[in-house]
T-cell receptor, first 115, second 109 residues
Framework: GAVVSQHPSRVICKSGTSVKIECRSL??????MFWYRQFPKKSLMLMAT?????????EQGVEKDKFLINHASLTLSTLTVTSAHPEDSSFYIC???????????FGPGTRLTVT | GQNIDQPTEMTATEGAIVQINCTYQ??????LFWYQQHAGEAPTFLSY????GLEEKGRFSSFLSRSKGYSYLLLKELQMKDSASYLC??????????FGAGTTVTVRA
């Protein structure tokens, strides 16, 4: 149980285009999902907290108009990177909070490359 | 800001024991996770500590001292497949996780 999927796993896009990444909890309901980004050989940096039915909470320094987050249901959150630039190239990982307070399950990640 | 420190790299021999230390100074604390991450993959859960003491799970053990802001992950009987990055993460308020930079462990034959 407690499986989180992400789609796509890998995407290459041209500069200026937008990319949508989906995060799904497959066998549990996730009231809260988190979005992280990770640069090579660096740790995960929390970008935003996504709560079902409400606006996402963004961490300091993260542009909410550039990284649009929608959490329309208890099993799906989406991250849209708008007007992507090469510096947005990164590994994006989502996680979903389970039933127990401390549990957080990670998706397999999405490798975004902007050319 | 949050401050979570762990060594950058460690190398050990197959069959040996390695201890990865993590010290933290954070604005909140609701527990500490250790994750394993292979290159290009998402982190996988190893352990969770919220009370002081040692949690043992097979070849892996994790220790926490809240008063010292200190934890360690102990890997025993190292195998080649244990070569990975190990992440220390503190649960802040609102269930947010703050990660350390990760420790890359290389296991040599």
């Amino acid at each position: 149980g407690a499986v989180v999927s992400q789609h796509p796993s890998r995407v290459i896009c041209k500069s200026g285009t937008s990319v949508k990444i989906e995060c799904r909890s497959l066998d549990f309901q996730a009231t809260t999902m988190f979005w992280y980004r990770q640069f090579p050989k660096k740790s995960l940096m929390l970008m935003a907290t996504s709560n079902e039915g409400s606006k996402a909470t963004y961490e300091q320094g993260v542009e909410k108009d550039k990284f649009l987050i929608n959490h329309a249901s208890l099993t799906l959150s989406t991250l849209t990177v708008t007007s992507a630039h090469p510096e947005d190239s990164s590994f994006y990982i989502c996680s979903a909070r389970g039933e127990k307070d401390y549990e957080q399950y990670f998706g397999p990640g999405t490798r975004l490359t902007v050319t | 800001g949050q401050n979570i420190d762990q060594p950058t790299e460690m190398t050990a021999t197959e069959g040996a024991i390695v201890q990865i230390n993590c010290t933290y100074q954070t604005s909140g604390f609701n527990g500490l996770f250790w994750y394993q991450q292979h290159a290009g993959e998402a982190p996988t859960f190893l352990s969770y500590n919220v009370l002081d003491g040692l949690e043992e799970k097979g070849r892996f053990s994790s220790f926490l001292s809240r008063s010292k802001g200190y934890s360690y992950l102990l890997l025993k009987e190292l195998q080649m497949k244990d070569s990975a990055s190990y992440l220390c993460a503190v649960i802040l308020n609102d269930y947010k996780l703050s990660f350390g930079a990760g420790t890359t462990v290389t296991v040599r034959a």
